[in-house]
């Protein structure tokens, strides 16, 4: 399974930690109580996180910039990450576990135009996503977001 970090493999307990560090980190610079129950099951593990994150940018909103401890960042751009984040690891764990990822188009229409503001050259040069990988011309916006992330479609 590619790894959004970088072009390296992550197991599926390095997905969920790596997942529900994002959304500790993000949610801690929200003011969130993002306490981790890490002995939960995966799904609830990462919907407490999910919905204390969710819950606090809904209390905050997206006006201004967050202190996100490495850099000062729009937040509208965290929350177009969490988003990233949410619907591109979903698929991670779907296709690690045989499944199939369904969402609406107009989610992933959504993510796909958040995603293609936020990895940049720039982002990908360091690391943080492998270069877009070639999709058919009939994909999904689903599968257009996931290869513009830097995994391999296949159909």
């Known amino acids: 399974m590619q790894n959004a970090l970088a072009a390296t493999n992550f197991t599926a307990h390095e997905l969920l930690e790596h997942l529900a560090g994002s ?55 965290v929350a177009g990450i969490v988003n990233l984040e949410l619907l591109v690891h979903a698929w991670d764990f779907a296709k690690a576990t045989g499944q199939e990822l369904v969402a609406a188009d107009v989610v992933t229409d959504h993510v796909e135009a958040l995603a293609l503001v936020t990895i940049s050259d720039q982002v990908r040069a360091s690391g943080s996503f492998a270069a877009a990988q070639p999709v058919a011309e009939s994909a999904s916006s689903l599968e257009r977001l996931i290869a513009f992330t830097g995994r391999t479609v296949t159909v």
């Open 23 to 77: 959304l500790k980190h993000v949610g801690g610079a929200l003011g969130a109580d993002v306490s981790d129950d890490a002995g939960a099951g995966p799904e609830v593990r990462i919907a407490k996180l999910a919905q204390a994150t969710l819950e606090a940018f809904g209390r905050r909103g997206v006006e201004g910039t967050i202190d996100m401890g490495f850099a000062e960042l729009p937040a509208t751009v």
